[in-house]
């Protein structure tokens, strides 16, 4: 009997995971250098969405200081992805302190830096030589390159496409954008995003002050309707490489808005953005 690649995903998300990588991972704190390997791999604590780096102790050149009691990310804590898992996931805002295996918890001292409780240690044998380090307390790269977010998975990927598909986005039956050039992002484990023109948004949008960075696409400007709802798009004026084909265009919340595909609504996604 075949299996399905998501079902196969979805199984193991409540085990530690890792996967080796062949890339140089370099790691600092403020400048001063924490780690440099080619020997690091790509580890997701049980229930995580999105791996974080652990790297050879012997590779570190900071130190270790065990840290205070972490906490544990319990039944309670994660979204709820009905699609996905029957119990919460942990998505990229639940702290990297909140663990969901046992281990020991290390400050992390570079220079004159610290980083607190950003070093972790699963309990687990295979990963016995190797600590896990918080990706939002330092600056990576891997080889030359900078990576922001978290580091790129493996598994997880993005198509960008042209359509010609009829794409109206209504919010109470106001119409907010309509178009019939959109290109569509598809991206590993989320719905597909409807990128469109911005001539083709036919209300006005008001530039907030909220960013937020995706390892693939880069550093997300936000738009909020005056008078509406605030955040309910998106752009990215300097996407990385992966999205240069979405520059400038204007993405809506399919959990926020009414998508409406070649005159077919679209049922609205649950997902960490839901609200």
């Not at 790691?27 to 924490?34: F, I, N, Q, R, T």
């Not at 030589?129 to 600056?139: G, Q, S």
């Not at 997300?220 to 992966?242: C, F, K, M, N, Q």
């Amino acid at each position: 009997m075949s299996v399905r690649m998501m079902n196969l995903l979805s199984d193991s998300l409540h085990e530690l995971r890792y996967e080796p990588t062949s890339k140089r991972i370099r790691v600092s704190l403020a400048g001063e250098p924490v780690a440099e390997t080619c020997d690091a791999r790509l580890v997701w604590e049980p229930r995580r969405v999105v791996p974080t780096y652990a790297v050879p102790v012997e590779a570190l050149t900071a130190q270790l200081i065990p840290a205070g009691a972490e906490s544990y990310a319990d039944e309670d804590v994660g979204v709820r992805l009905p699609a996905f898992s029957s119990r919460p996931v942990l998505d990229p805002t639940v702290p990297f302190d909140a663990h969901s295996c046992s281990g020991t918890a290390y400050d992390v001292i570079a220079g004159e830096e610290t980083g607190a409780s950003a070093a972790f240690r699963p309990h687990d044998p295979d990963l016995a030589d190797y600590v896990i380090l918080e990706f939002a307390a330092f600056e990576w790269r891997e080889e030359a390159e900078p990576i922001v977010s978290h580091p790129h998975d493996p598994f997880k990927r993005i198509d960008v496409l042209r359509s010609d598909r009829h794409v109206r986005i209504e919010l109470d039956g106001r119409v907010l954008a309509e178009s019939s050039r959109p290109k569509l992002l598809f991206e590993t484990l989320l719905p597909v995003r409807f990128y469109l023109p911005r001539e083709d948004v036919v209300v006005p949008l008001e530039l907030s002050d909220t960013v937020s960075y995706c390892a693939y696409k880069g550093r997300a400007a936000y738009y909020s309707i005056p008078d509406g709802p605030r955040d309910v798009a998106w752009t990215y004026h300097e996407p990385l490489h992966d999205a240069e084909q979405v520059r400038d265009r204007v993405c809506f919340f399919d959990e926020l808005v009414d998508v409406i595909v070649d005159g077919e609504r679209r049922e609205r996604p649950v997902t960490p953005w839901s609200g």
